[in-house]
């Protein structure tokens, strides 16, 4: 067995970010000569530096010198066991599908985002080098390693505004399906978990309400409610301890108050804000021959999820010339070949978002990344999901087409309607759609920003908003 340790980068949590700012050192350096033991605030380019020369220790850049940019944005990084995230990946040949033994260990390198598509193998060097075959349930392992790359994280919990617990929650689900049908061993870790999350320190403040934890699986996955052994999940959102964290994840549950969903992760980590306006120019004057087209497989049509799929495969095959079917079940191996499905994606006016096993789709991602606009069937699809990083005002980037009105009236409902949309229209959605690009990729796990333009991408985002709301309940509590 090939027990390789270089297969996942080595933590890099005991060993954060130092302090930066250079400009700010040099203007201080007479003050720090006047005295050693005061507090400066000092007001520079509009920001405000916070300077204690009562320190210190060295190693902690929440003490010393502190650019007060961070205020109000640090987090802490639970220092969890092993067992609850890096040996789940060092034991990925256990939750790999059956048929493609690697397949989960290939998806972990390069922080999660997996294996380099531009690699001087594949053909096409548009995707070269930021562009990787990222697994869709790889966000748990993506998130952790840029959080460890944050600007601004802290090893004194109680300057944090947030507790980040990286228990890898989805894989370690999968892991556990794979070897267990019991249901009292599969939802042992997650117990075990808080278990040891509460007996630290870090737990007395708030309880456990200014912590939070991402899933690269959806929602449902964690909701188990039966006692059945056959059935599929754990029951980890149902804990009492789950109740008061928040939950950051690719599918929320409609009726849950403490989860957020947050985009599924693209192909696309770029490293640069150069390389995503460069991305952006090309999509919008790509040659799209394909009024619409569809990604996906046939679904059972017990329900109106899978009546939605059927309806939308028939119209599909159906139209006259303007639908492009990709059918996952004859061609699974295409559908896992990035470049093909982008490639569709890219040649596409409009691109279908039926539901599948549940409301949500990565393809959602795919096709905003490709400048497809998307076409959605359920409100639970993106609007009342992401609400972090896509507006409200969502038929200026998307067509909702509802079940009743696909169904009831003529053979070709979508067809018909998609195109009654006039051409200007159209394309003034799709530029609203480009410019979505930036908040929806992650970008590459990196310690240093990139020099020149920033722009938040969808981890910043989702930063900011945990932020804010352990920030409201903050004040809930003390009010
Ligand atoms: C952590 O921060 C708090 C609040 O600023 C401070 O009182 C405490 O001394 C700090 N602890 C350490 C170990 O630096
Ligand atoms: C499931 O596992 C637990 C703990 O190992 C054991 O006590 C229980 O009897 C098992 N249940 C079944 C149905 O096998
Ligand atoms: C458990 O679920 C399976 C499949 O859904 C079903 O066939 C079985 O009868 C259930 N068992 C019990 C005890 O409910
Ligand atoms: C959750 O928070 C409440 C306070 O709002 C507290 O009473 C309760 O004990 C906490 N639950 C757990 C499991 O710690
Ligand atoms: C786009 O496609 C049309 C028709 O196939 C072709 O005439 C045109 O040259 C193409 N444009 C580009 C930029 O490839
Ligand atoms: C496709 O369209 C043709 C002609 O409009 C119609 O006869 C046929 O029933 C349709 N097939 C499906 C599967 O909707
Ligand atoms: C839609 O909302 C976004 C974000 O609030 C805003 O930037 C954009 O201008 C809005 N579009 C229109 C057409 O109002
Ligand atoms: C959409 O968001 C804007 C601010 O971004 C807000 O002013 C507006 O009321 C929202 N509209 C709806 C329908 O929620």
Request: charged share 25%.
């Amino acid at each position: 067995m090939d027990n390789n340790n270089n297969k996942y980068p080595s933590s890099s949590i005991e060993d954060p970010p130092t302090g930066k700012k250079k400009p700010t050192t040099i203007l201080l350096i007479p003050c720090l000569l006047l005295t050693t033991s005061m507090l400066l605030i000092y007001l520079s380019q509009n920001k405000i530096i916070l300077i204690s020369t009562t320190t210190s220790s060295g190693s902690d850049h929440t003490s010393g010198l502190r650019d007060d940019s961070c205020l109000g944005r640090y987090i802490y990084i639970h220092n969890l066991p092993s067992r609850f995230n890096k040996d789940i990946l060092q034991d990925c040949e256990s939750i790999s599908r059956p048929k493609d033994k690697t397949s989960m260990c290939k998806y972990i390198e390069n922080y999660g985002l997996g294996p380099q598509i531009g690699d001087g193998v594949s053909t096409d060097s548009r995707y070269s080098p930021s562009w990787y075959a990222t697994n869709q349930f790889m966000l748990e392992v993506i998130f952790h390693e840029k959080m460890k790359r944050y600007e601004c994280l802290t090893r004194n919990s109680s300057l944090a505004s947030g507790i980040y617990v990286p228990y890898y929650a989805g894989l370690d689900l999968r892991r556990n399906m794979q070897w267990s049908y019991n249901i009292s061993e599969r939802d042992a870790s997650g117990k075990e978990m808080f278990k040891w999350l509460k007996k630290q320190p870090q737990w007395k403040g708030m309880s456990g309400k200014d912590h939070f934890l991402v899933t690269g699986r959806i929602s449902r996955d964690f909701r188990r409610y039966s006692k059945n052994n056959s059935r599929w999940g754990t029951n980890l959102m149902l804990l009492p301890e789950s109740q008061n964290l928040t939950f950051l994840t690719i599918e929320r549950s409609p009726i849950s108050h403490n989860e957020f969903a947050i985009p599924y992760p693209t192909y696309f980590h770029p490293t640069s804000a150069v390389e995503i306006h460069q991305w952006q120019e090309k999509i919008k004057f790509t040659n799209r021959t394909v009024l619409f087209s569809f990604i996906g497989a046939q679904r059972p049509s017990r329900n109106y999820k899978g009546l939605v799929r059927t309806q939308v495969i028939q119209q599909c095959k159906n139209s006259s010339n303007t639908c492009r079917f990709l059918d996952c079940d004859v061609k699974a191996n295409t559908c896992d070949d990035p470049i093909t499905l982008m490639k569709l994606l890219e040649s596409s006016v409009f691109c279908l978002q039926p539901p599948g096993d549940s409301l949500t789709r990565r393809s959602v991602f795919d096709s905003i990344l490709a400048g497809c606009i998307p076409v959605f069937f359920s409100q639970g699809s993106a609007y009342k999901q992401y609400i972090w990083h896509i507006p409200n005002n969502s038929s200026e980037y998307s067509v909702y087409i509802p079940f009743k009105e696909l169904k009831n009236e003529g053979k070709n409902k979508i067809e018909e309607i998609l195109l009654g949309i006039p051409n200007e229209k159209v394309v003034g959605m799709r530029e609203n759609v480009i410019r979505l690009v930036p908040k929806i990729v992650y970008t590459k796990p990196n310690r240093y920003k990139p020099v020149g333009e920033t722009l938040e991408d969808a981890f910043e985002i989702a930063v900011k908003g945990v932020v804010k709301r352990i920030e409201d309940i903050r004040r809930e509590i003390q009010d």
